[in-house]
DNA sequence: ATAGATACATACATCCACGTATGTATAATG
DNA sequence: CATTATACATACGTGGATGTATGTATCTAT
């Protein structure tokens, strides 16, 4: 068999993890087996074992697909200086969640990160890698919030710390529970119902 | 080996439960083996296979334990007429989450289900169930909604469906970022306050 | 009391997936 | 243009978990 050019070489890894993606999706991490991944993939396992370590490799290489997408989304938008940064900001989460229902390589590695896939023993490691790029994104989410403070549209005693790790629960939730069970909304068109009712508690009531 | 009275087999029979429990938080559902949840019962993998058919087999009857346990709670809670419902529901949800942080039981289980499970190929059928069982619980959720709505408790405008799938969203993303990264935050301390940001968006605002 | 059912322990066969070692044809490099 | 590193494919050895088949001692029932 040939060697393949660098560009060549680059598109097997890249068919290995769309691959990788596909039987994560469909047999679980831990039920995918990389015969499998390396069909689907058009190659061999030889072909996997050069570019990636194992399994894990591979599926730390989706891990950072995934985080750059969003962390880029966030701070694209925060860019933007909009008058209400409530109203921004809710936007926002109804686009990110809209954006899982409508891109499907996005629902699958979600699918995959949070109901196919077993966090113990090797794979422990990626809940911290998991935590980190959370904190991140709360961190970011705090800014809108910061932001909303200056302009008064909180509540003094709304403490922005409670409200951001809530937003971000609320959003956890939306997400587990529209991946466990697709049929049970659709973000599409439900996303923006139920970030209305969260920011509904979060802007300052009339005085 | 001598065979046991019926007392003493029902009591193997929930040792080897306790046990998996205890391996399945360890190891994770698919990386568990059958030979350490007997050694850790102080049985042999004979023993499971008379109890039980396979490994799903003692998964599903774990589910059971669980969903008998929290619907009990609700219901039993259901059954006092508090002069708020919606504080009564808040305080329901705030007892629900501390008892995770406490009940280590509970919390293991709770674990295994949410992050050391992968529900792909034989596993997806506990999807549904999960389903079933998450539908009951918003329906009795919702009975908190409809008796606050006839005390003019809630906005005109609020749908009790949204309102309703929005709490249950936002209480399963607690539970899950609690299990997948405890010391984000404590429960037991902290679910008052994330309680009250959610239902701060439920009253109705003074007119 | 004894015959059968029960509650396991032990032993066996099988298979799948993994990691590695090796082979090899071609790109890259000087 | 020769050499070396690359980008895989192929082949091999290994182990661990699973399900089943069988053995067996005791409880239970008549």
Redesign the interface.
Known sequence: MAKKTKEEALATRTAILDAAIDIF???????ACLENIAERAGVTRGAIYWHFRNKLDIFEALHERLDLSIMDTILKDLENNHPDPLQQLENLCVALLADIENDLSKHKILSVFL???????D?AVF?DR??AS?LKSIALFSRYFERARQQHHLDDNT?PH??T??L???????V??HL??PA??NLDH?AP??MR??????YR??T
């Open positions: 999706y469909e047999n679980g991490v831990t039920g109901v196919k896939c077993d966090y113990s023993g794979m809940l998991q935590h959370k403490d409670t409200l790790l809530s971000s629960f609320f959003l956890t939730g939306i587990h529970e466990r069970d049970l909304c439900q119902r139920f009712q969260f920011f509904k508690g979060v009531r009339s």
